[in-house]
């Protein structure tokens, strides 16, 4: 085991990140819980708004993007759009 192989992937909160030397997983959960994406979709043949976490994980599907980014800020996260 090198000494990398000993740290969690998740690093402490009071302790700063050099994004240089992020893991893949240290990566992926940033903003998980602070971010929202919005991206327009085709649902059952009707436009519509997922609403996905800033890993990638599918949440919510809204008909409106307003109502979108409501549920998203309702939820004391940030909305971000994707095109």
Known sequence: MTSTDAH????????????RHLSPTQLAGLGVAQIAYVKPVMMNGAPAFA???????PMAVAGDRDV??????????????VH
């Open 8 to 19: 969690t992937d998740a690093a402490p909160a009071t302790e700063a990140l050099d994004i």
């Open 51 to 57: 609403i996905h976490a800033a890993d990638g994980t």
């Open 68 to 81: 979108a980014i409501a549920a998203i800020v309702q939820h004391e996260m940030l909305p971000s759009w």
